[in-house]
């Protein structure tokens, strides 16, 4: 399917192409890596310490194909109270130090994402184009700061 999707599609001239695969190491990096011509790599991820080895992986098999990594994202980071306004963090362990920011690595994080409950409803029709002027600025200057990488 993935092969259909990059050869069978008629895209036209484009300046990028993004494609959202699921978290891993497994036959859809192998295949766009092997079949497409990759030029960066945008992680996506949540925090806590599962997903922790998971990124460690995905970040040792872009390496192996010697890959640029533009940085990391923190996906559904936290959440703002819907009573108090404060931010609430999903990771439980404060302690804890992501792989993405610990010394020994190399990652850079661009930024972290607050959950969306508005977006996350499954019968909702709010999109990022109807999330407020602040969040919409959060996934611009995402946008911007991958452009200038590379």
């Not at 404060?94 to 972290?112: G, I, K, P």
């Amino acid at each position: 399917l993935l092969k259909q999707f990059m050869y069978d599609v008629a895209w036209g001239e484009l300046d990028f192409l993004l494609i959202d695969l699921p978290p891993g190491t497994g036959d859809a990096q192998i295949t766009i890596l092997q079949e497409s011509p990759v030029a960066s790599v945008l992680l996506v991820g949540v925090p806590g310490l599962s997903s922790d080895a998971d990124l460690q992986r995905t970040v040792a098999m872009y390496k192996q194909f010697g890959l640029p990594i533009l940085g990391f994202v923190e996906n559904f980071s936290s959440m703002q109270c819907p009573n108090c306004g404060s931010q609430l963090s999903f990771l439980l362990d404060q302690n804890h130090q992501s792989s993405y920011n610990s010394e020994d690595s190399d990652l850079n994080l661009l930024t972290s994402l607050p959950i969306y409950p508005e977006v996350l409803s499954r019968h909702s029709k709010a999109s990022v184009k109807t999330l407020d002027q602040i969040h919409q600025s959060q996934f611009m200057n995402l946008a911007e700061h991958c452009i200038a990488l590379i």
